[in-house]
């Protein structure tokens, strides 16, 4: 595995504060994978509204598929 960059560890550590579970920040890792999509993750966690593993995680899902799989969003939405 290659060393996180400064932003990843900005957004492990942030996760970190979300829940200890290591499958939780490693699978935002995984998903967030465009310091985009790591900016955005950070900012939902420092806005602080309904921060939760479950909400992160699926915000992080959320972002790679509108980048990778717009086609699968079959609500329309273009906001979390």
Do not use: C, H, W
Not at 65 to 79: I, S
């Amino acid at each position: 595995m290659s060393e996180l960059t400064e932003l990843e560890k900005k957004l492990v550590e942030k996760a970190r504060a979300v829940s200890q579970n290591k499958d939780f920040f490693l699978a935002v890792l995984n998903y967030a994978d465009t310091e985009e999509d790591q900016q955005a993750i950070i900012d939902y966690i420092d806005k602080g509204e309904d921060v939760n593993e479950q909400n992160v995680t699926l915000l992080a899902v959320f972002l790679f598929n509108k980048r990778y799989y717009p086609e699968r969003n079959l609500a329309g939405n273009d906001e979390f």
